[in-house]
């Protein structure tokens, strides 16, 4: 479980979070939705200390984040930022990466790191890859190769900023399906999404900020029905059945 009680954070001067609080469960896919600027990512960077909070309290287990190492942080938790450069280096050298937080310097890699990668490469489907350099990839594909580079550094939380921006359809459903696989897998996912369709049939929980500020949080559905999201969105989301369940769409 990680929980946010009353956290402020700052960026560049600004203070963006207001005082927010929420809990993540464990083993379940957590969705932070909102406008543009609400805070999301600076929440998300908070959790990995990236963002440092000026006032308020973070806990992983009922530890203080502030009591953890770097080291034993990165061990913890892994992120996936929205943005990244692309390095002049191959898919394995790359999911290598995730292993860093293993090792001391200088690096010597043990059977049990290359063990780690291969199962991560393997996982997301990119082993025929390993030795591709990274500029050579599809957008897709490198999705794929920092996925397995957070999946190699072996924790129990991920945190996915935006995981399917700029993804086709297919690899968008891709990239959640493996979300959710996680989850299953008893790994606890903490990601931004702006789809309520996919927030409907991916998330288990979601917090809904606006403004630097939480206006609703609970089950997926709940927070999607609630009247905070017209609030925040300025539309109103729509929900009907079919044959294949509850589907959502917005309307203005």
């Not at 063990?115 to 050579?136: F, H, I, P, T």
Request: charged residues 25%; aromatic residues 8%; hydrophobic residues 40%.
């Amino acid at each position: 479980m990680i929980s946010i009680t009353g956290l402020h954070a700052s960026y560049e001067g600004a203070e963006i979070l207001h005082g927010i609080s929420a809990a993540f469960p464990e083993g379940k896919i957590s969705v932070l939705m909102g406008p543009n600027g609400c805070g999301k990512s600076t929440t998300l960077r908070s959790l990995i200390r990236l963002v440092p909070e000026t006032s308020g309290d973070i806990r992983l287990e009922g530890r203080a984040l502030a009591e953890f190492s770097q080291q034993e942080l990165a061990r913890r938790i892994a992120y996936l930022p929205q943005s990244r450069n692309v390095p002049d280096i191959t898919v394995e050298r790359l999911v290598m990466h995730g292993r860093f937080p293993y090792l001391s310097y200088p690096r010597r890699y043990r059977r049990e790191d290359y063990e780690k990668v291969a199962q991560a490469l393997a996982w997301v489907g990119l082993s025929e890859l390993a030795g591709r350099k990274m500029e050579n990839l599809s957008g897709g594909q490198r999705q794929k190769a920092y996925l397995a580079m957070a999946l190699a550094q072996d924790t129990d939380v991920i945190l996915m900023d935006e995981p399917t921006t700029f993804l086709d359809i297919k690899n968008q459903f891709e990239m959640l399906d493996r979300a959710r696989a996680l989850a299953d897998g008893g790994k606890t996912v903490i990601m931004i999404l702006h789809d309520f369709e996919a927030i409907l049939h991916y998330a288990d929980h979601a917090v809904l900020l606006a403004e630097g500020r939480v206006l609703a949080a609970g089950g997926a559905l709940e927070v999607l029905r609630s009247e905070e999201v017209k609030q925040a969105f300025h539309v109103t989301p729509r929900f009907y059945e079919t044959e294949d369940g509850l589907h959502c769409y917005v309307q203005p």
